[in-house]
């Protein structure tokens, strides 16, 4: 049974940094892409960032240079450490699953499979 748990989102001050943790349990997460996509209120749900079998990392460009999407093998866990966070991103934080090893370049929702419950990051300025 595939199972996604995120955790540590919280509050900060624009400028400050969370990091974002995915625990993955029923799967191997080497073995997969993973995403990371976030939804703030009244908009659509928007890629960040994903990774696949391989390691290789996509982002989106809103993010580029503050966050960095990264896995532990051995607790088989993804990470998504967020730096200099704006106010803008605000929103509720999920990760997922694709069923293949492969990740595209586009960091489409509908090409993932399994979702977490979602962490809130609420940035003030």
């Known amino acids: 049974q595939v199972q996604l748990v995120e955790s540590g989102g919280g509050s900060v001050q624009s400028g400050g940094s969370l990091r974002l943790s995915c625990a993955a349990s029923?799967?191997?997460?080497?073995?997969?892409?993973m995403g990371w996509f976030r939804q703030a209120p009244g908009k659509e749900r928007e890629g960040v960032a994903s990774?696949?079998?391989?390691?290789?990392?996509v982002i989106t460009a809103a993010v580029a240079g503050r966050f960095t999407i990264s896995r532990d093998d051995a607790q088989n866990t993804l990470w998504l450490q967020m730096d200099s966070l704006k106010p803008e991103d605000t929103a509720l934080y999920y990760c997922?699953?694709?069923?293949?090893?492969?990740?595209?370049?586009?960091?489409?929702?509908?090409?993932?499979?399994?979702w977490g419950q979602g962490t809130q990051v609420t940035v003030s300025s």
């Open positions: 990774i696949n079998y391989s390691g290789f990392r």
């Open positions: 029923g799967y191997t997460i080497s073995n997969y892409c």
């Open positions: 997922a699953r694709a069923n293949t090893p492969y990740c595209s370049s586009t960091l489409q929702s509908s090409e993932y499979n399994f």
